[in-house]
């Protein structure tokens, strides 16, 4: 039996590794990146737009180093580049997390095919194909961590956004499978689920009052959450604390998912 007495917060402790964080050049990603780089990791960053000074700027404050990589996740080349681009810059992937992502809101009766291949691509298989590269990286340096962002909307649904709703529901799934067959590798596979932030992918929700007010009255704690409340989950996921949780999900989202 392990000694009680060898815990120390030095569990938490990210010194040394190297975290990929896909579109963490913006929203909640960038909190996610920040936490790492506060926790002592250096970090990979795929992203999709240019704006990158600002997620570079929090991440050299804390001393730590990041390499970026521009493409789109939804071509499995530039999937193939990022792996073999951090490997080239860090010799190896210790983290990574599959939070990119994309949406699109319409009615369901009008509801675009391109919009919803679209956001299929980043939300789901990309989480996939993204993982699966990565993993069999890990599998042969002996282990690592891997986090799928998962929603709210990874367990009920909400109109105007189908392929949103499925892709989450899908990203849960991709979880538990990845769980089960990483596992032997020393992986670890989870998935954190936000409830309602505050993003610039939300806002166009958090604008509209009539659901913004809606969505308030259903959470416990009556508001809707920021990036600091999602800064210590990530932390836990990736760090030693977490080592036998394998094919779970922590929902941060104040209570949502558990009134009607």
């Known amino acids: ?97 599959n939070n990119a992502g994309t949406n699109h809101f319409e009615d369901i009766m009008t509801f675009p095919d391109e919009e919803y291949r679209r956001v299929m691509d980043i939300q789901l298989n990309a989480t996939y194909y993204m993982g699966h590269e990565v993993g069999k990286v890990m599998a042969k340096s002996g282990g690592g961590k891997i986090i799928n962002i998962g929603s709210a909307l990874s367990f009920t649904a909400d109109a105007t956004c189908p392929p949103y709703v499925i892709a989450k529901h899908g990203v849960i799934g991709i979880t538990r499978y990845f769980a089960s067959d990483f596992g032997k590798y020393n992986i670890q596979v989870n998935a954190l689920c936000p409830g309602f932030f505050y993003s610039e992918m939300n806002a166009a929700i958090s604008d509209n009052k009539e659901f913004y007010d809606k969505i308030t009255n259903r959470i416990p704690l009556g508001r809707w959450g920021t990036s600091h409340d999602l800064m210590g989950a990530i932390v836990f996921l990736a760090s030693r604390a977490s080592d036998y949780m394998n094919g779970w999900y922590i929902s941060v989202d104040g209570g949502f998912a558990t009134t009607l």
């Open 1 to 97: 039996m392990a000694d009680i007495r060898e815990f120390s917060l030095d569990y938490f402790s990210l010194k040394g590794k190297v975290a990929m964080v896909t579109g963490a050049n913006q929203g909640l990603g960038m909190a996610y990146a920040t936490a790492f780089a506060k926790a002592g990791a250096d970090l990979f960053i795929p992203h999709y737009t240019d704006d990158v000074a600002e997620v570079k700027s929090l991440v050299e404050a804390e001393g730590r180093r990041v390499e970026f990589l521009r493409g789109d996740l939804a071509d499995k080349g530039y999937i193939d580049a990022i792996v073999k681009t951090c490997l080239d810059k860090y010799g190896k992937i210790d983290i990574l997390v």
